[in-house]
């Protein structure tokens, strides 16, 4: 059972993208599911959560009015929609599912993680 990131790619500051995350189980409602970034030298930082019914969402500051997480659970999917991209938003991403878990900043708090895919902003 996995967790298959896509979406990333070479963008220009300002521009967008959508990142995907499929999950290949059947218990994918179950999941709080998350997006974190890690940037090379950096440790892994919290960028976005949704709970299992997509009731509820929170972000990180610093991506607060510029990403959007939402998901299909009809899909087994989870999105994060990334607006207005800056430089410093150049990381891989990576999904994560929580077992009903809270949405949580903390990267140990999740259980099952995606291979993670390039995100790369050019100023």
């Known amino acids: 059972v996995q967790l298959q990131a896509s979406g990333g790619g070479l963008v220009q500051a300002g521009g967008s993208l959508r990142l995907s995350c499929a999950d290949s189980g059947r218990t994918f409602s179950r999941y709080t599911m998350a997006w974190f970034r890690q940037a090379p030298g950096n440790e892994r930082k919290f960028v976005a959560a949704v709970s299992w019914s997509g009731g509820r969402s929170n972000y990180a500051d610093s991506v607060k009015g510029r990403f959007t997480i939402s998901r299909d659970n009809a899909k087994n999917s989870v999105y994060l929609q990334l607006n207005r991209l800056k430089p410093e938003d150049t990381a891989v991403y990576y999904c994560?599912?929580?077992?009903?878990?809270?949405?949580?900043?903390?990267?140990?708090?999740?259980?099952?993680w995606g291979q993670g895919t390039l995100v790369t902003v050019s100023s």
């Open positions: 994560a599912g929580d077992y009903y878990g809270p949405g949580t900043v903390a990267a140990g708090a999740y259980e099952r």
